[in-house]
């Protein structure tokens, strides 16, 4: 994959990828993070690709414009944690915490958001844990192993080996956001699918969901907007 400028205002960065599955090229702009892809078949020539982008430019343009801004955490920044926002504040304290809306970073922290960062990591591990443990005693099943990442496709998997995982982003979910994905995932040790057996054991371990599952639909994405470098 390269990178490639289409001049104009403003400036829009174009990162073209050759694939052989390919048929047709197609641009994409990420809801996420409002990157643009342009995808051609293999063997197609750049010029003739960055042509079609430039035909695209002012569809580009506009796509671009309405990705929502990504949020920086950093001093002041107001950051989602359990479900409410919370402001970002160095404070005389010995480990970052969460107290009455804020988040407090040792005032020695050099990187404020890799400082919350850690603790969101810690925090959701926590929550993910006791939420498995106590569903995965509901069910009478037990996991092998629990890992979090930082997934852009899914909020939690289950392997055939028993092997959960977790996006760490949950704990910026509301509460019950967070335990119905636990519950759904912990589902999956009796049903390796997603039948009316399936969904079954996910009522009696969690109840009606459907709020939680609107949650994610229309608000997850918004979790991974936020960055913690700096």
Not at 68 to 97: I, K, N, Q, S, W
Not at 170 to 184: N, Q, S, W
């Amino acid at each position: 994959m390269a990178e490639h400028i289409l001049e104009g205002d403003p400036p829009v960065a174009v990162t073209l990828r050759q694939s052989r599955r390919a048929r047709r090229m197609t641009l994409r702009v990420s809801s996420l993070d409002g990157k643009v892809t342009l995808t051609v078949p293999a063997g197609m020539s750049q010029r003739k690709a960055l042509a079609f982008a430039r035909e695209k430019a002012g569809w580009l343009r506009r796509h671009v414009g309405q990705t929502p801004v990504e949020t920086l955490v950093a001093e002041e920044a107001e950051v989602p944690y359990r479900g409410a926002l919370h402001v970002v504040r160095r404070a005389d304290v010995a480990a970052v915490r969460a107290a009455a809306g804020v988040i407090e970073v040792p005032a020695r922290s050099r990187a404020v958001g890799r400082a919350v960062e850690a603790f969101f990591k810690a925090s959701a591990r926590d929550a993910l844990s006791e939420a498995s443990n106590r569903h995965a005693r509901a069910l009478g099943r037990s996991y092998t192993a629990l890992a979090l990442r930082d997934t852009r496709s899914r909020w939690g998997s289950c392997t055939e080996a028993g092997r959960l995982m977790y996006s760490w982003r949950l704990i910026m979910a509301p509460p019950r956001v967070l335990d119905y994905v636990a519950a759904h995932e912990v589902a999956h040790l009796a049903e390796m699918n997603h039948s009316p057996a399936f969904w079954a054991h996910v009522t009696d371990l969690f109840g009606p969901c459907e709020r939680e599952r609107a949650w994610l639909r229309h608000e997850g994405l918004a979790l991974h907007r936020v960055r913690f470098a700096g």
